[in-house]
């Protein structure tokens, strides 16, 4: 083997050793994992054009590309986002159970959360997921995102406030999260309006995304009365729907499948022992990748 036929080799052995952690971290930045698919091959093919030996830390100098390139998509993205059809919800990935354990991970790469991240500047986002999630250092943020390590700190306490103000408050044990998601799909499966009315709570907010292809709701509804009309417009009257629990983004959700088709993922924020959010995605385009589990690492 020649010595560039080794170096390439390296080079491509060191890109799948962090492969999971790049992809991390652009869809934690932009929410789509098509996007952030999109993102690491820029990464790599930027990636072997560069001088391994001269690189210190192969992993630091990844993340500072993919940061780079994920806050060129993300401006690109939130331009489309102002023209999107109804409200916009991230695209739901299948987890492995070891994301739940890994609880600031589930957190971070929650829908609750991600809607949380997209209020913020790109900018802003960027550092915010690089500081709480992955823990780097400021001099290591502001290469990536070519500022100072001094407006860095600025940058990371304005967002850590602006997130801490938005971010859901009550930390609910897995197994009562569980029990709550169980509890819903049994009562929308056997039709048990009143158990339906004892998991939800009063001011429940439905969010849904059609992407103006599939029918939804064009802004979020409140209340549960409203709700529950809205589950049973959705509902198939001819008994072909049928749905099961499954690990999405780190948390139990709902699939959906409507003749044997997949048709939603509806992820559940459950607050107290009750359900206070649902994010009910139906843009066929966002249901693209459920068929597989996606392996997200810090």
Known sequence: MSTAEHGSRDATDTFVTHRNLLFTVAYEMLGS???AEDVLQETWLRWAEVDHAAVRDQRAYLVRIVTRLGLNRLRTLQRRREEYVGPWLPEPLLTTPDVAEDLELADSVSTAMLLVLETLAPTERAV???????????DEIAAAVDRSPAAVRQIARRARAHVEERRPRAEVP?????EVVA???????????????DVLSPDVVLVSDGGGVKKAALRPI????KVLRFLDAVAPKDGTAQAEVVVVN??????IRVGGELDAIGS???EDGLVTAIYYVRNPAKLARLDEVVRLTR
């Open 174 to 178: 897995a197994g009562l999260r569980e």
């Open 128 to 138: 915010f997921v690089l500081r709480e999630v992955f823990a780097l250092s400021y």
């Open 250 to 255: 780190g948390a139990p959700a709902l699939r």
């Open 268 to 270: 559940l924020l459950v």
């Open 222 to 225: 409140l209340g549960r009365e």
């Open 183 to 197: 509890r819903f799909l049994t009562a929308t499966a056997t039709g048990d309006i009143q158990s339906l009315l």
């Open 33 to 35: 994992a098509a996007d």
